[in-house]
């Protein structure tokens, strides 16, 4: 409802400030909760959360509404404006979801600043067995990643361009053993990342943050055992340990056991190893912690480097959702696996609205971005779909017959509204089958708790 409502709004701004007639602003769809006129404009609310318009006098919309046709133009109607004008009337609702995800991704980034984890000192990464950089990239554990499609690993790490992954013939730069290697990605990435979902450096699956503790929780295991923060694990019970996903996996299976922690602490003397004895305990989540978290530094930007990250975070998302749009339509990705309907959107917001204001307003801003791109498709009853009428009328110097314009948007409609169908019949099937797989999976055993809240891993 908030990205419909900009839309429109933008519409109805543009209309508005050219002098044109909005005879009516509607936001979701029937039955109606709300009907009320202001002025020459109707203002109407919905209860009906799958869209919106704004009809504009003399402008053949969703409404298919032609009885304008038989009167002369009135200067305050759509029809009678210059051709410029009309365009970017059209436009304005696209350029208004643009901007909001701008402006969202510009207050996240100077509210949340960012967390940049500790890196490697020689730059290898650690790489989960079941995930697409091992199983389809062929990347190894100890691998120094250089570059992923074109773009340099440094550069990732610090802004994360996600459209990378999107190039065709996709190839991952690594050093192994002190030979340089290209490897190439899967053609059916985005599918893939979807049916594999590993996280890591995004969501390949790889990890470069090394066994250096962050985080100690005071009272817990770690703490009692003179664990402190700086300290470098290299070894769990004899086992080395050079990345923190390795720490975490020793530690998660203990079974409660006992670990002989050996590590590299920093003194005024220099590095010296020590080695300490400490007993995991079980959490809520019946997992087994010692109460450590990952080495990172929170960074603060000023309001003109989050402009210019907003800007950026901007243009990559646009780009990584067109190409995944051409991508799915070309063949390339799985159209069931990677496009989502109504429900699937829900379920979306609803899982990031529970990790609080920072992940919802992200997605909201992805939304946002798609909602732009599916609007400004030529696709008639879509924006696309009347800026292709006036830019045959700007080469013709006429506008397209009305019969023509009249079929092509009953057409469109109906094609709308197949397609809809497609994707909330594949959004329920989708959820059943994953409730089928999750109902096959035990439940988790009972455990007794710890009487301590868990604040990190």
């Not at 053993?177 to 969501?203: A, K």
């Amino acid at each position: 409802m908030i990205l419909v409502f900009v839309h429109e709004l933008g519409h109805f701004w543009a209309a508005r400030a050219f002098g044109m007639r909005v005879d009516r602003f509607s936001i979701g769809f029937p039955p109606n909760v709300l009907k009320k006129r202001f002025g020459q404009t109707e203002y109407v609310l919905g209860i009906t959360p799958l869209g919106g318009y704004v009809k504009i006098a003399g402008m053949i919309d969703e409404s298919l509404d032609t009885d304008f046709q038989e009167t002369e133009p009135q200067p305050d109607e759509y029809r009678s404006k210059p051709l410029w004008q009309r365009m970017i009337v059209i436009t304005a609702g696209v350029v208004m979801n643009v901007i909001l995800a701008g402006v969202i991704f510009f207050f996240l980034t100077w509210i949340y600043g960012d967390d940049r984890y500790t890196q490697t000192a020689d730059g290898s990464v650690f790489v989960a067995d079941s995930s697409i950089a091992s199983l389809d990239i062929g990347m190894q554990t100890g691998d120094r990643v250089i570059a992923i499609g074109g773009v340099p690993f440094e550069s990732i790490l610090r802004s994360g361009p996600f459209s990378m992954l999107m190039e065709d013939d996709l190839m991952f730069e690594v050093e192994r053993n002190g030979r340089r290697l290209s490897l190439p990605g899967p053609e059916n990435i985005m599918t893939r990342l979807q049916e594999l979902q590993n996280g890591g450096i995004s969501g390949l699956g790889i990890y470069n943050s090394p066994s250096t503790i962050g985080f100690i929780e005071e009272g817990k295991p770690a703490d009692i055992a003179g664990l402190q923060v700086g300290d470098h694990v290299i070894e769990i019970n004899q086992v080395p340990v050079d990345y923190w996903p390795q720490l975490l996996e020793q530690i998660h299976g203990s079974n409660g056991d006992s670990l002989r922690v050996k590590y590299v602490r920093e003194t005024d003397a220099g590095s010296r190893e020590y080695d300490t004895v400490v007993i995991p305990e079980m959490n809520a989540n019946c997992d087994f912690v010692i109460g450590v978290g990952i080495s990172q530094t929170p960074i603060d930007f000023g309001p003109f480097e989050s402009a210019s990250i907003a800007w950026s975070s901007t243009w990559d998302n646009t780009r990584a959702i067109v190409i995944g749009l051409w991508r799915i339509a070309s063949g390339k990705d799985s159209v069931r696996e990677n496009l989502g309907g109504p429900v699937m959107v829900a379920n979306i917001i609803g899982e990031a609205a529970s990790g609080g204001a920072r992940p919802f307003w992200f997605i909201v801003a992805l939304l946002s971005i798609t909602l732009a791109i599916i609007n400004i498709l030529p696709i008639p009853v879509l924006d696309g779909g009347h800026l292709a009428f006036l830019i045959y009328e700007l080469f013709a110097r006429k506008e397209p017959p009305l019969k023509v314009r009249m079929f092509l948007q009953q057409a469109g409609m109906i094609l709308l509204l197949i397609f809809m169908s497609f994707l909330i019949i594949n959004d329920i099937v989708r959820a059943v089958n994953s409730r089928g797989e999750s109902d096959v999976i035990e439940p988790p055993p009972t455990c007794e708790v710890s009487q301590v809240e868990q604040v990190n891993q």
